[in-house]
Each structure stands twice: as C-alpha cells, then as structure tokens.
C-alpha cells in the first residue's frame, strides 16, 4: 500500500500553500468585513463577495482549479483521491478557501454526480457552467419531517406526468441554496412507493428559478447563518421539469446517492484535518505567548498532554484517510464503503476535540470573533450529522465487522 503523492501533487502542494499564505490567510478579515458591508450599504448580506470572485482568476492561473474529479474529459486537472487529499486538507484550513479553487461543497459532489450519471445535455447546461464556476447548486435530501439518516424515508414525490415530471416536498438544511448563485438543484424523492424499499427513490435535476420552488429561509448552525453560501428550507410545490431531467432513471437514487457521498465524506474529512492542524498550530502559537503561574502555558503538563494527543489523532486520522482514499482509486468506492465510513467517524470528531482544546487554550478570545475557533467550532460540529450521522456510519462499520464471522467464519 503506497501513500506515497505524485510529483505533481508535491508540485500542487508547494504551489498551494504559497497561495494560502498570499491570499488566502490575509484576507480572513476582508472576508468578513465585506459580508458587514454588504448589509450595511446594499441591505442584504446574500450576495456573491468581490473577495472571492477577484481570487478565482488568481486560482485558476496558478492551475489551482476543479483538483477534486478525478478521471474526467472536461476537467483533466482532478486528481486522483490520493492526490487531491494534501490539498483539500490545506482548503480547509479556512472555510471560505474551497470556493476560490471551485473545489467547495455541495458544488464537488454535484458535479461528481453529474459527470457520472446525466446526459449529455444535462452536463453541457449544468455541468460545463460549475466547472468554469459561473454559478453554484445544492443538493436536496434531507426533509425536516422523516429521520432522513435512512434516506429510504424520504416523502418528497417526483410523479411522471406525460413528458414531465411534477415535484412535491419539504426539504431543509439544503446548504448553498442561500447563494443568488444557485442555480440548479439535485433533488432526491419518491417515484414509486409501492417499489422494494432500495428502489422508490429517484433523483432529478430541477433549475432554481422553476416555478413552484420556494427558499422559505436560511437555518443558522449556532447562531451563524453562514451568508452568503446559507442552509436553507425549500418547498417544491407543484414543480415540474422535464422527464429528461431524471438522472439515470426511476428507482436509481439510492444508488446515485451512495455514489455521490463517498466522494463528499472524504473531501469533508480531509477539510476537516486542515481545520484540526490550522487548530493545533493556533494553539501552541497562542500557549507560547502567554504566561500563567509565573511560566509560558506551553510549558504546563497539562497541555503538554493536549498537544501531544492532537498531533496523534489528527496523524491517526489523516492515514486513515489516506488509506480511503487509496483504496477508492484501486478498488472502487464500494469496496472502501468500511474506510470511508470509519474516517467519516473519525476526522470529524478529531477536528471537534482539537478545536475544542484550541478554544479553552486562547480563554474568553477563543469564542469571540477575533480568531477562527468558534466558527469552524460550529462548523465542524454539523459533520456528525451531515452525508449522515456518526451512529449510522459506525453501524455500517460494525455490519461490515460481524459478516466476516457469520456461520462459524472468520
């Protein structure tokens, strides 16, 4: 098993983190102070930020763009999943950078999904335009009245109606529908009820601006309602789209799904490795400059004991994901199904601990605004539940561990 990173990815590293340390980690402020401006001057804070839109440019120059697909005719830069896991890793160390290098959620696994499973036409009036980055989506599963963690409990109904097909449902937490970007949208809902309970389920692509959708409003995580970009509750009352829309064709969503959140975990938990380094580096910077008792905070045991754990767990998580991401590149997702879910676990609560330690590190500073903490703090928590809960993956884990001694095996 070889972990080992291509010259072009050691390439892409170095040319990275150069682009970070330029643009990217200067900027944090602006980011914010521009979102300020934007509902002081304009009245709203839901609009596309100057910031972002003058990087991208940068990015795409400095052959920062789409890392994320791999084996791809119309974006031959994606990388392997081995290859790509250093740089989402250094994406993620500020929640706003994956979109400058158009390598930010829902938007990757959208287009993951796209380029596997829609027509032609589909990909050349939504496809193209993402990969360029001229607009943004969403993806619409979860539904505020079922337990969506089994998505085979979703309600929303997608019902052929001669050529069309005609929607109607309740979804929330749909993030990225916040964004006057947004443009199209992933749906996931029931075609036939009556069908076994893997094949009910179909996904359509529906245009934001069809009549009968409605973004009802944004749902803030913790207080931060995350504008521009938002998790927004949608209705779909009444929206037809044509049959062409339906990807790969009734009864399919189940299995789209699984294909599309393989991909998405993984690059959530390689975001959230550079949330937990950016943390620890914070931290021992933070520790080293203060003193407590007469003596530098770093040189007290007990956070002696923090920094040494942090930097074991997130090491232990990294090569957890790397081994995922290995095997999806040799083996298939499927057959990574148990890596993927044990990272999925894993990565998420890491960054949660090592955040969490960051913040009592820089005291009453690490839940205010003056440092990153408490954002990617309520950031990083929704990664428990989001492409599903931590329960649900450790209970694939646990199948995956008992079938190899049914029947006296193993």
């Given at each position: 098993m070889d972990f080992a990173y291509s010259p072009r990815c050691t390439e892409l590293q170095a040319r990275l983190l150069a682009f970070m340390d330029e643009h990217i980690y200067p900027n944090e402020r602006a980011f914010a102070d521009e979102i300020a401006a934007n509902a002081r001057d304009k009245g709203t804070r839901w609009l596309p930020l100057e910031l972002i839109e003058g990087l991208k440019p940068l990015a795409r120059e400095a052959g920062l763009w789409n890392l994320f697909l791999p084996r791809s005719t119309r974006a031959p830069e994606g990388l392997s999943n081995l290859d790509y896991a250093p740089l989402c890793e250094i994406m993620g160390r500020v929640p706003w950078a994956p979109e400058v290098?158009?390598?930010?959620?829902?938007?990757?696994?959208?287009?993951?999904?796209?380029?596997?499973?829609?027509?032609?036409?589909?990909?050349?009036?939504?496809?193209?335009?993402?990969l360029r980055g001229e607009l943004r989506s969403a993806f619409a599963m979860?539904?505020?009245?079922?337990?969506?963690?089994?998505?085979?409990?979703?309600?929303?109904?997608?019902?052929?109606d001669g050529d069309d097909y005609v929607i109607?449902?309740?979804?929330?937490?749909?993030?990225?529908?916040?964004?006057?970007?947004?443009?199209?949208?992933?749906v996931m809902g029931k075609t036939d009820p009556g069908a076994a309970r893997h094949v009910q389920q179909s996904m359509i692509v529906v245009p934001a601006d069809?009549?009968?959708?409605?973004?009802?409003?944004?749902?803030?995580v913790f207080g931060y309602d995350d504008a521009p970009h938002g998790h927004c509750e949608i209705l779909f009352e009444n929206v037809r789209v044509?049959?062409?829309?339906?990807?790969?064709?009734?009864?399919?969503?189940f299995e789209i799904a699984q294909g599309r959140l393989g991909p998405g975990r993984i690059h959530h938990c390689m975001r959230a490795i550079g949330v937990a380094e950016r943390a620890l580096a914070l931290m021992c910077k933070r520790l080293e400059a203060r003193v407590a008792f007469g003596r530098?905070?770093?040189?007290?045991?007990?956070?002696?004991?923090?920094?040494?754990?942090?930097?074991?767990?997130?090491?232990?998580?990294?090569?957890?994901?790397?081994?995922?991401?290995?095997?999806?590149?040799?083996?298939?997702?499927?057959?990574?199904?148990?890596?993927?879910?044990?990272?999925?676990?894993?990565?998420?609560?890491?960054?949660?601990?090592?955040?969490?330690?960051?913040?009592?590190?820089?005291?009453?500073?690490?839940?205010?605004?003056?440092?990153?903490?408490?954002?990617?703090w309520a950031g990083n928590r929704t990664l428990r539940l989001a492409d599903g809960p931590d329960e649900v993956h450790r209970n694939a884990v646990a199948k995956l561990e008992l079938a190899k001694y049914k029947d006296g095996q193993g």
């Open positions: 290098f158009n390598c930010s959620a829902p938007d990757t696994g959208n287009m993951e999904t796209l380029e596997r499973y829609a027509s032609d036409d589909i990909k050349n009036r939504w496809l193209e335009p993402l979860t539904e505020p009245d079922v337990a969506s963690s089994d998505a085979t409990n979703i309600a929303t109904r997608i019902e052929r109607n449902g309740h979804k929330w937490w749909i993030s990225g529908a916040g964004d006057p970007r947004c443009q199209v949208y992933i069809t009549p009968g959708v409605t973004v009802v409003r944004p749902l803030p044509p049959a062409s829309n339906m990807l790969l064709g009734e009864g399919r969503g530098k905070i770093s040189e007290q045991g007990v956070w002696r004991e923090r920094i040494a754990e942090a930097r074991i767990r997130i090491d232990t998580a990294r090569l957890l994901t790397l081994k995922a991401a290995y095997m999806m590149d040799t083996v298939g997702n499927k057959r990574a199904a148990a890596e993927i879910a044990m990272i999925k676990v894993l990565a998420p609560n890491v960054a949660q601990d090592v955040l969490d330690w960051a913040i009592q590190a820089h005291g009453a500073a690490g839940v205010s605004d003056e440092f990153p903490l408490a954002y990617q």
